[in-house]
């Protein structure tokens, strides 16, 4: 005799032995991949929106020029995005995959490849085929000298994110599970089997149990007929025991936390914490943004110029964003330019700023009677400023 859902082995001949050994627990860990890309989309984005706004500067011998690269870089790289939108996307690419490519179509447009094939090479130039933007697919091949390539790190971040997920995932679903099951309600049925020996009243029975649990699980408030042979009986599920919800954001920080580390960003950034976020700050800038900035200005360098202009002063400068106002700054600058080791000029470069015009910002000022120590007669070294 065959019957719906769980009551086949009620109805079972030796139903007690087919209770104990027929009914099988299924363990199933909870798919949390949200998880993962909500840690994941928190690093990248934040390391995106801060290359984002850098400025890439074409620098000319000792002035820097606005033309048609540098349109490009900070502007408009193509026809469908902004330059800030068009390095967010580059980032991502590059921290995901490990690497990115940038190629210029025949307008001269700079596009992020979504697909590619590398055939590296040992002595010779490096191809890239099959490259796909959106939906269209280039019939052509890349060299290596045509393209803006860049690898993230020396190995791929992916396979040490999923080994971390991988644990913290399990732990993370476990957890859950627990905290569900800790104010769980939960009932119990008593049957009269003499009642449901019919096929007939064995499916009317499995659908009237069917449609209680669901309205259990589902309303506010359930009512329950009595049935005669039938009785269902509500129980608690188990109290305090089980995990909190502050062991679950435990679980969620720890791995937030070894991912922001494989990327270099200090984790106090990304939680907003302001306990000394300016030195958080320049060790994020001075030990994440620069040396990425680093990688490419070396790049674009390459690819955009010939080895005699690069030499003769031709390339491009990456300026990246400051963490401090520029009034902030000014007892600095003010001992910078009046000991004469910087010119006004030299330190508008340093803060950001284009260099002036004015010729007099170019020459080297002493305000603060520093002067050449000198020896008199008796031997005694005296300062000029005090003859």
């Not at 188990?238 to 200090?266: C, H, L, R, Y």
Request: proline share 2%.
């Amino acid at each position: 005799m065959r019957t719906i859902g769980f009551l086949d082995v009620i109805f079972k001949r030796n139903s007690e032995l087919g209770f104990m050994f027929d009914v099988e627990m299924f363990v199933e860990t909870a798919n949390r991949v949200h998880m993962k890309k909500l840690v994941l989309d928190t690093c990248i984005s934040f390391l995106g929106r801060t290359i984002s706004q850098s400025e890439f500067r074409v620098k000319n011998g000792k002035s820097f020029v606005k033309d048609e690269l540098y349109y490009r870089l900070n502007v408009r790289p193509n026809k469908n995005m902004t330059a800030s939108t068009f390095w967010e996307t580059f980032i991502h690419k590059l921290a995901y995959d490990n690497e990115c490519l940038i190629i210029q179509a025949d307008d001269g447009d700079l596009l992020v490849a979504d697909d590619f094939q590398h055939i590296e090479y040992a002595v010779y130039e490096d191809i890239f085929t099959n490259v796909t933007v959106k939906d269209f697919t280039f019939q052509r091949s890349f060299k290596q000298s045509e393209v803006i390539h860049l690898r993230y790190k020396n190995e791929e971040l992916s396979p040490l994110i999923d080994s971390l997920f991988s644990d913290y995932g399990d732990l993370f679903g476990r957890i859950l599970n627990s905290q569900k099951r800790k104010n769980q309600i939960r009932g119990t049925v008593d049957m009269d089997m003499l009642a449901a020996k019919s096929p007939q009243h064995q499916a009317k029975l499995q659908e009237f149990i069917d449609n209680m649990y669901k309205a259990i699980g589902e309303k506010d408030v359930a009512i329950i007929p009595q049935q005669p042979g039938f009785k269902y009986e509500e129980k608690s599920g188990g109290g305090n025991t089980g995990q909190s919800v502050d062991e679950i954001n435990k679980v969620t920080n720890g791995f937030f936390d070894q991912v922001a580390m494989a990327f270099g960003i200090p984790i106090s950034l990304l939680y907003g914490d302001m306990a000394d976020v300016e030195k958080q700050t320049k060790n994020y800038m001075l030990f994440t943004v620069k040396p990425l900035l680093k990688k490419i200005a070396d790049e674009a360098n390459v690819k955009f110029f010939e080895k005699e202009e690069y030499l003769s002063g031709q390339k491009i400068e990456i300026q990246s964003i400051s963490y401090q106002d520029i009034f902030d700054l000014a007892t600095a600058i003010d001992k910078l330019i009046s000991s004469s080791a910087f010119t006004a000029n030299e330190i508008r470069l340093k803060v950001g700023y284009d260099p002036s015009d004015d010729p007099n910002l170019d020459k080297h000022y002493i305000t603060k009677n520093y002067a050449e120590m000198s020896t008199d007669e008796g031997g005694e070294k005296q300062n000029d400023s005090e003859n």
